[in-house]
C-alpha cells in the first residue's frame, strides 16, 4: 500500500474513533493489527480477529484470535471495525456481516465499484438485489491481504451499499472526505 494511502487511511480512522469514549471495540479482518494497536493506544480494549495470524503482532493489549470472520461473535462492542475487508467477502457474507453488526456503530473502509474502478472488475452485476461487480481474488492462499476461501468477492456499487447499510439498520452513514483512493473511504455507520 502507498505510504499516502496508509497515511490517510490513519487519519480517517483516529478521527473517527476520536468521537467515541473508549469501550470494547472488535477489529475484523485486523491483519497486520495497526488499526487495534491505535485504538489500544486510544484506550480501547480490543478483540482482533482475522483468519490468518501471522501478521499479528506482538501486544498483550489486545486480544488476538485467528478465526473466520464468518464465524465471529459481533456482540458485546461498543465499536465495531471492518477495515479493508468488506471487498474481500462475498455479498451473503457481506449481508450476514452486516445483519450481525446492526445495532453497533461501525467504522467501515471499503472500496466501492465505480465507473472507473482501481482493479479488474467484472462487468456490472446484481446479485441478491444489489448492484455492483465482482473482483477476482487471485491465488487468495498465498497472499497474506486477500479474501480466506472465497474466490470471487463482491463490490457493490455506492446506491446499493449505502441501501445495504440502511436495510440493516445503519440509517446514517457519513463518508470521509477526501476519500482514500477515487473508489475508497472510510464510512462511520450509525444505527437508527
Ligand atoms: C486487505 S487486509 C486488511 C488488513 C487491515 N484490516 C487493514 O485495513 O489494513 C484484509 C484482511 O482480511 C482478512 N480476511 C479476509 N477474509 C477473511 C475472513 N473471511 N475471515 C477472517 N479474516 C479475513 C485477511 O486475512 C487480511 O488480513
Same mark, same amino acid.
Given at each position: 500500500?502507498?505510504?499516502?494511502?496508509?497515511?490517510?487511511?490513519?487519519?480517517?480512522?483516529?478521527?473517527?474513533?476520536?468521537? *467515541?469514549?473508549? %469501550?470494547?471495540?472488535?477489529? @475484523?479482518?485486523? +491483519?497486520?493489527?495497526?488499526?487495534? =494497536? $491505535?485504538? #489500544?493506544?486510544?484506550?480501547?480494549?480490543?478483540?482482533?480477529?482475522?483468519?490468518?495470524?501471522?501478521?499479528?503482532?506482538?501486544?498483550?493489549?489486545?486480544?488476538?484470535?485467528?478465526?473466520?470472520?464468518?464465524?465471529?461473535?459481533?456482540?458485546?462492542?461498543?465499536?465495531? *471495525?471492518?477495515? %479493508?475487508?468488506?471487498?474481500? @467477502?462475498?455479498? +451473503?457474507?457481506?449481508?450476514?456481516? =452486516? $445483519?450481525? #453488526?446492526?445495532?453497533?456503530?461501525?467504522?467501515?473502509?471499503?472500496?466501492?465499484?465505480?465507473?472507473?474502478?482501481?482493479?479488474?472488475?467484472?462487468?456490472?452485476?446484481?446479485?441478491?438485489?444489489?448492484?455492483?461487480?465482482?473482483?477476482?481474488?487471485?491465488?487468495?492462499?498465498?497472499?497474506?491481504?486477500?479474501?480466506?476461501?472465497?474466490?470471487?468477492?463482491?463490490?457493490?456499487?455506492?446506491?446499493?451499499?449505502?441501501?445495504?447499510?440502511?436495510?440493516?439498520?445503519?440509517?446514517?452513514?457519513?463518508?470521509?472526505?477526501?476519500?482514500?483512493?477515487?473508489?475508497?473511504?472510510?464510512?462511520?455507520?450509525?444505527?437508527?
Amino acid at each position: 500500500m502507498r505510504r499516502a494511502t496508509a497515511t490517510r487511511r490513519f487519519q480517517l480512522f483516529d478521527s473517527l474513533l476520536g468521537l *467515541f469514549p473508549p %469501550g470494547k471495540a472488535l477489529d @475484523l479482518g485486523a +491483519g497486520h493489527g495497526q488499526f487495534s =494497536l $491505535r485504538a #489500544a493506544d486510544a484506550g480501547w480494549e480490543v478483540t482482533a480477529v482475522d483468519a490468518r495470524d501471522e501478521r499479528f503482532p506482538e501486544d498483550e493489549r489486545v486480544r488476538w484470535i485467528q478465526q473466520d470472520v464468518r464465524e465471529a461473535d459481533l456482540d458485546g462492542y461498543d465499536l465495531v *471495525f471492518c477495515l %479493508g475487508l468488506f471487498y474481500h @467477502l462475498t455479498i +451473503g457474507d457481506q449481508l450476514t456481516l =452486516l $445483519r450481525k #453488526a446492526s445495532g453497533t456503530p461501525l467504522i467501515l473502509d471499503t472500496h466501492l465499484a465505480s465507473p472507473r474502478p482501481t482493479k479488474p472488475l467484472s462487468a456490472r452485476v446484481t446479485a441478491e438485489g444489489y448492484q455492483g461487480r465482482y473482483y477476482q481474488e487471485k491465488a487468495w492462499e498465498s497472499r497474506p491481504t486477500a479474501s480466506w476461501k472465497n474466490e470471487v468477492s463482491f463490490w457493490p456499487n455506492a446506491p446499493s451499499f449505502y441501501r445495504m447499510l440502511e436495510e440493516h439498520g445503519y440509517s446514517a452513514v457519513f463518508a470521509g472526505s477526501p476519500w482514500v483512493t477515487k473508489d475508497r473511504t472510510f464510512f462511520l455507520c450509525l444505527p437508527g
